[in-house]
């Protein structure tokens, strides 16, 4: 096997997904994004059961209820992982069998976005699968080991987010849930809401974007819904920006918010990576706050 160098005229012509997630409070309008997205190509994964919201959306859905089921669909989606030994989730063995179960893969080439709901209920499911697992039983005394279960969650949540970071050719946005805690210094935190901290922590090192859906106030107190998108924000909440177009505050729309990462980038390398301290924006953003729940 010849060893394959990708020149810059075909990377930059590649057909290039974006890998995101959003989080937010609950109800805060996280799963009505997908109006705002094409309905012919994009594949609603439904781990919620909560598509009330998107009741007469025309897209395509499914509804993982186990996580076999949601490895299953990663394979699907990703493609075979050839680093992988056979015996392991994500392999050619592994991609050969759900679609010996689910039929040709081809039949996703109609969708250019996965949307996936929630991250959060994912986690659970994961959790769920670890807890039987023999990692989870103390050799010792036979009795569940919750540690092992947390690291093994963590290496199965891992491993499930990279794979579908993969999916090269395709959107894939993870929407999750918002907490808020206050630190010992009584400081207001924002965090995503997943079992174990091993995800969360990893997270954003995986995806291109994370955005956190917020309503924010304006200092007059009239209140908007708006995705936060820099990672320096002054509100704390989870965000960056791996593409460089997006501003600190974007409109709470899911394709517009696409359309504007996927337009030429007006700043030179040199400008991007400018670390001088700008002077302070006098804008209502910057100094609006968070509305209160």
Not at 59 to 76: K, M, N
Not at 137 to 161: C, H, N, V
Request: hydrophobic share 35%; aromatic share 10%.
């Amino acid at each position: 096997m010849t060893f394959q160098i990708i020149t810059a005229d075909q990377r930059l012509s590649e057909k290039r997904g974006i890998k995101g997630c959003i989080f937010g409070r609950w109800k805060i309008g996280k799963t009505s994004l997908l109006w705002t997205l094409d309905a012919a190509s994009t594949l609603f994964i439904d781990l919620e059961a909560g598509d009330l919201a998107v009741e007469g959306w025309a897209g395509d859905t499914i509804r993982p209820r186990t996580w076999q089921e949601c490895r299953d669909f990663a394979a699907y989606i990703g493609g075979p992982n050839p680093a992988l030994r056979d015996n392991q989730p994500y392999s050619q063995a592994h991609y050969d069998y759900v679609c010996s179960q689910f039929g040709d893969a081809s039949a996703l080439d109609k969708y250019d976005t996965i949307f996936v709901d929630s991250i959060t209920v994912a986690a659970r499911l994961c959790f769920q699968w670890c807890t039987g697992q023999p990692e989870a039983i103390s050799e010792k005394t036979g009795k569940p080991d919750t540690r092992g279960a947390y690291g093994l969650l963590g290496r199965e949540m891992i491993g499930w987010l990279t794979h579908l970071q993969h999916a090269r050719g395709k959107n894939v946005w993870f929407v999750g849930i918002l907490d808020e805690k206050t630190d010992d210094f009584n400081r207001r935190i924002y965090m995503p809401q997943i079992d174990g901290s091993k995800t969360g922590l990893e997270l954003p090192g995986i995806v291109d974007q994370v955005v956190t859906m917020a309503e924010i106030k304006n200092d007059d107190g009239t209140a908007y819904r708006a995705f936060v998108c820099q990672t320096i924000n002054p509100w704390g909440f989870p965000a960056g920006d791996r593409s460089g177009r997006l501003a600190m505050i974007e409109e709470p729309h899911l394709g517009r918010l696409m359309e504007k990462i996927r337009q030429p980038l007006t700043k030179t390398a040199q400008e991007r990576l400018e670390f001088s301290t700008p002077q302070p924006a006098e804008t209502p953003a910057t100094n609006s706050q968070p509305a209160q729940e």
